[in-house]
């Protein structure tokens, strides 16, 4: 079945410094969703991305999806302590389902 | 702002008996969701529910497991006979649906504790 996997699993980074996480699929993706999870939370959506090697913008967060559309990134610049939590991807597939297969997730620490 | 409610936020139970965690979606939503999450770990799809029948469902819902929309609000999981690694946070969610998907509402999850 259609796996996501996410790297890396877990990041600390000084407070100011860049982030990113990678989400690579199996499969190839209808659309591919970002979420965020803060400890003892529960998963709110970020974004969602469509087309091949689209980019989008959030502030200080950067989500691209590639090009064969079966991997993304979010790139956070210059990261704050409000940044710790999980991030996870979430893709679609694209035999029509409307399952959201969710990534290993990306746990990032902030040190002030 | 509409949002997803569960209950009960914690249940506590013992191996081999039956759990009911209750879910009630944002009402125009017509996809409903069901995935759990044990500590530290992914989030893992269950099973999505539309048109009052379930549309997939992953090999973790086997048998034991059940949903139901039994009144047009509410959506609820049954778990018939519980074991140790049923414990997890479950967490309802629930979207609109349309070609590209869109938003999943997630709610604060039930969090089931199998002893």
């Known amino acids: 079945g259609q796996q996501v996997m996410q790297i890396p699993q877990y990041q600390h980074v000084q407070e100011g410094e860049d982030f990113t996480t990678y989400c690579n699929s199996s499969?190839?993706?209808?659309?591919i969703q970002w979420y965020k999870q803060r400890p003892g939370g529960h998963p709110v959506f970020l974004i969602q991305?469509?087309?091949?090697?689209e980019v989008k913008k959030q502030k200080r967060l950067t989500f691209q999806f590639g090009e064969a559309k079966k991997n993304s990134s979010l790139h956070i610049t210059a990261t704050q302590t409000t940044d710790v939590g999980t991030y996870f991807c979430?893709?679609?597939?694209?035999?029509?389902?409307?399952?959201?297969?969710f990534g290993t997730g990306t746990r990032l620490k902030v040190l002030a | 702002e509409p949002e997803v409610t569960q209950t009960p936020s914690h249940q506590v139970t013992q191996m081999g008996q039956e759990v009911i965690l209750r879910c009630v979606p944002i009402?125009?939503?017509?996809?409903f969701y069901w995935y759990r999450q044990i500590l530290g770990q992914k989030v893992e799809f269950l099973v999505s529910?539309?048109?009052?029948?379930?549309?997939?469902k992953s090999e973790i819902f086997d048998d034991q497991f059940s949903v139901e929309r039994p009144d047009g609000s509410n959506f609820t999981l049954k778990i018939r006979s519980t074991k140790l690694e049923d414990s997890a946070m479950y967490f309802c969610?629930?979207?609109?649906?349309?070609?590209?998907?869109?938003?999943?509402?997630f709610g604060e999850g039930s969090r089931l504790t199998v002893l």
């Open positions: 979430a893709g679609r597939d694209t035999s029509g389902t409307y399952k959201y297969i």
């Open positions: 499969t190839t993706l209808s659309n």
């Open positions: 009402s125009n939503h017509l996809y």
């Open positions: 969610a629930s979207h609109y649906g349309g070609a590209l998907g869109g938003e999943l509402f």
């Open positions: 991305l469509v087309k091949s090697g």
């Open positions: 529910f539309y048109n009052n029948e379930i549309s997939e």
